[in-house]
């Protein structure tokens, strides 16, 4: 299904507006200009259905996607469900802001039986920042399964990567929820797509 169009299927302000449970859910969660929306263009071979660059401030919404021909009684439920998390630690963030995406995103991990993962974005160049490392706590608190993807990772040397993976694997194997390998890709380059397609395909019905 990743030969498919997808398409965007609804923005989620509040958990009232969540769809029923059912098929499969993946999210995707990082800090803004991780690189988050290039990833799920990349990933789905599109341009543009992911929107590119945050606008800071907008509306913080949890965004649907699935394979194009799914939601009529007949195509029947999609095999997976893709969610776009908003970005978080933009540095002039209110603090309303802040507290609004923590009480929307922490109770979507907690009570939503339907996701599955959670792939945690973070910059090659940066590593795990704070902000990370809060996101982790609450993804460990909700006993929510995530896994850490790599992006940009051509903007740094091959050996650099690898020490990076190191790195971050070991930062993160004392985290309860936390998954025991994690993706190195490029959108720009095309690295480790495949193997985060292969990982998102073993996760559908
Ligand atoms: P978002 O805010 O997390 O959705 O981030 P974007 O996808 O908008 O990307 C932020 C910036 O990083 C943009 O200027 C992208 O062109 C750039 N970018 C994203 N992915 C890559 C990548 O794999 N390699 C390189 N070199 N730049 C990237």
Redesign the pocket.
Request: a positive charge; proline letters at 0%.
């Given at each position: 299904f990743f030969a498919k169009p997808w398409v965007f299927v609804r923005g989620v302000p509040a958990l009232k507006f969540l769809p029923p449970e059912g098929p499969p859910e993946i999210a995707f969660a990082?800090?803004?200009?991780?690189?988050?929306?290039?990833?799920i263009?990349?990933l789905l071979g599109q341009k543009g259905l992911?929107?590119?660059?945050?606008t800071p401030g907008r509306t913080q919404e949890l965004n649907f996607f699935v394979p194009d021909g799914y939601g009529t009684v007949e195509a029947g439920l999609p095999p997976i469900v893709l969610v776009d998390m908003p970005?978080y630690g933009y540095a002039k963030a209110p603090k309303e802001q802040v507290d609004a995406w923590t009480a929307l995103v922490f109770d979507y991990l907690r009570g939503r039986p339907s996701l599955k993962r959670v792939f945690l974005?973070i910059d090659a160049r940066h590593g795990i920042k704070a902000n990370d490392e809060e996101v982790m706590s609450l993804l460990d608190k909700a006993a929510m399964s995530y896994q850490i993807v790599l992006?940009?990772?051509?903007?740094i040397k091959p050996p650099a990567v690898e020490r990076l993976v190191a790195e971050t694997l070991e930062r993160t194997k004392k985290r309860p929820a936390a998954f025991p390998s994690l993706i190195a890709?490029?959108?720009?380059?095309g690295g480790g797509i495949d193997e985060l397609r292969g990982a998102i395909l073993s996760l559908a019905e």
């Open positions: 990082g800090r803004s200009n991780v690189g988050k929306s290039s990833l263009n990349a992911a929107r590119t660059s945050n970005g974005l992006t940009k990772t051509d903007k890709t490029s959108s720009e380059k």
